[in-house]
């Protein structure tokens, strides 16, 4: 029988911002933060299978929202924010990797708050997302992408379960000068893409580019690469992926070998699976190769600073399994 795989796969379009007003707070809070000072703040998320999830609150309404780096913007599930105005209402679609997204809609956030962290005026995508509620067995408010992120140096920690988020000036340098207690052990430049953190890679000597991903559950290998780096792909089993607009594919699933991104930044076998990214990276203007998930983070304690276009690693404790 079928496994089945259910991997987020996001879109990006264009949007005019639209004014909601509701009658009711339109700032998201976090009410299991941890507030370090000023700047800082730590975050407890729970693993739903690979994805990461943080309790919020907007409009009243508390649950679950996907941390998602490779979302360009803060996305609301429609089922929970259904007092939507006709004026709000999108004309195109958007470009799926599966299939275009229609009936989209979209909401201002006037205010995002991190008790003393304010965030204002960002624009949120409105859709259907009762799909992964129900794949997931879990109550999703949304989706938490760059716009909400980019102001912050963001410290993805899969040892402790937590997101660190402290505050970056203008040039991307911390005004929090003392955030982490582990020491940085390397660190890797990467291209901002509009909203897309793109690394540049190697398998078998062979040049790729990936796309960084919080919420591809497992990475993603296009069918189109070069065979020398194909071939440190070990298929395993046919799985069936669902995407964004719902609509299944079948695909092969197995180990990625060999990913280096730098004589010091390289992986054990990766969870892949080869699929067509044609459509994605006509959504997203890029030529990726691949997308790098779940099992990045999984081997990787990654500090992402959006503003220096740079990751930083932190090491696992030696005992850490």
Not at 94 to 108: H, P, T
Not at 199 to 228: C, M, P, R, W, Y
């Amino acid at each position: 029988m079928l496994r089945f795989l259910y991997v987020i796969l996001l879109f990006t379009f264009n949007a005019h911002l639209a004014n909601a007003t509701n009658g009711v707070t339109d700032a998201i809070q976090f009410p299991k933060a941890e507030i370090i000072n000023e700047y800082t703040t730590r975050i407890p998320f729970k693993l739903v299978d690979h994805l990461i999830v943080i309790e919020a609150e907007l409009y009243n309404k508390k649950g679950n929202f996907i941390i998602d780096t490779g979302s360009e913007t803060l996305i609301l599930n429609k089922v929970h924010f259904s007092a939507l105005y006709e004026h709000q209402k999108k004309d195109q679609t958007a470009s799926g990797v599966l299939q275009s997204i229609d009936n989209l809609y979209e909401k201002q956030v006037k205010e995002f708050a991190l008790k003393n962290f304010k965030i204002h005026n960002k624009a949120s995508h409105v859709i259907n997302l009762s799909h992964i509620e129900t794949n997931k067995k879990i109550k999703i408010l949304g989706i938490i992408g760059y716009n909400i992120l980019k102001d912050y140096e963001l410290f993805i920690d899969l040892y402790l379960n937590q997101i660190t988020l402290t505050k970056t000036d203008a040039t991307g340098n911390t005004l929090d000068k003392h955030v982490y207690l582990e020491k940085i052990i390397d660190s890797l430049d990467f291209k901002l893409k509009n909203h897309t953190i793109i690394v540049n890679a190697t398998i078998n000597d062979q040049k790729l580019l990936f796309g960084l991903d919080t919420a591809a559950e497992f990475n993603q290998i296009n069918k189109s690469i070069n065979k020398k780096a194909l071939k440190y792909f070990k298929p395993t089993k046919r799985l069936v992926l669902t995407g964004a607009s719902n609509k299944k594919i079948e695909v092969l699933a197995g180990k990625l070998y060999r990913v280096k991104l730098s004589e010091s930044v390289y992986f054990g076998p990766m969870n892949t699976v080869l699929i067509n990214l044609n459509k994605m990276n006509e959504a997203f203007g890029t030529e990726l190769d691949g997308i790098l998930g779940y099992e990045f983070f999984a081997q990787k304690r990654t500090i992402i600073n959006y503003k220096k276009e740079k990751l930083y690693f932190i090491d696992y404790p030696l005992n850490f399994q």
